[in-house]
């Protein structure tokens, strides 16, 4: 079955240091690894997904990922926090299927 | 360029009111189409995808259905609502399936009383 995990409900940061969001997954052959960020009572944007090659991924708003195999991990990563980055994040992993399967969100709080 | 739209974007509703919500798609042919709800700004649920007009895939037994009248219109749907039908609901589309990046709607926020 797949499944994702993301293990910290709540991580804080200061404005300017580098900020992870944890994410780990489980899925039945090549995963399909995605991150969304969702402000409030809006709908889920895009950041970036992993399908094959480089493990690092880069995407919007300076937001980068790294795919471990090893460790069946794919956190998030900025390397300078910005206020405006405080939303919900939300980690994704789909195989060849129709599903994505959705973690539990972790709430980013970047503080001034 | 792609658009999704949904409305309303929020609706109080009675317990036993029916429920329609529509989802539309512009700029794209023939998308999978899914239907979401968010409990407590938390975990997404699946509730219903599309991948043809009049295809519908059915996740969780539950008081709702979902139809696809139209290649780009998606429609969520209840004959009587329960006070547990209460949530963020999201539309989301995409070209294909489980590799393709699925891109959202804005939501309905649906409060039943």
């Known amino acids: 079955a797949q499944s994702v995990a993301q293990p910290e409900d709540q991580v804080n940061v200061a404005e300017g240091n580098p900020l992870t969001v944890k994410c780990t997954y489980s899925v039945s052959g090549n995963p399909y690894l995605f991150w969304y960020v969702q402000y409030p009572n809006r709908g889920l944007q895009f950041l970036l997904k992993y399908i094959t090659g480089d493990n690092l991924v880069k995407g919007s708003y300076g937001f980068e990922a790294e795919f471990n195999k090893s460790q069946t991990s794919f956190h998030l990563k900025k390397p300078s926090a910005l206020v405006s980055d405080s939303a919900l994040y939300f980690c994704a992993v789909s195989n060849t299927g129709n599903q994505f399967y959705f973690g539990t969100g972790t709430s980013l709080t970047v503080i001034p | 360029s792609q658009t999704i739209h949904q409305w309303p974007a929020t609706l109080v509703q009675p317990v036993g009111s029916p429920l329609s919500l529509e989802c539309t798609v512009e700029?794209?042919?023939?998308?999978?189409l899914y239907w979401y709800r968010q409990a407590a700004g938390r975990g997404l649920q699946l509730l219903f995808y599309?991948?043809?007009?009049?295809?519908i895939s059915s996740e969780v037994p539950q008081n709702l259905s979902a139809s696809r009248p139209q290649d780009r219109q998606f429609i969520l749907s209840s004959k009587k609502l329960l006070l547990s039908d209460s949530g963020f609901y999201l539309c989301?589309?995409?070209?294909?399936?489980?590799?393709?990046?699925?891109?959202f709607g804005p939501g309905t926020r649906l409060t039943v009383l």
């Open positions: 989301a589309w995409s070209l294909g399936g489980g590799t393709d990046t699925q891109y």
């Open positions: 700029g794209t042919s023939n998308p999978n």
């Open positions: 599309s991948v043809g007009i009049g295809q």
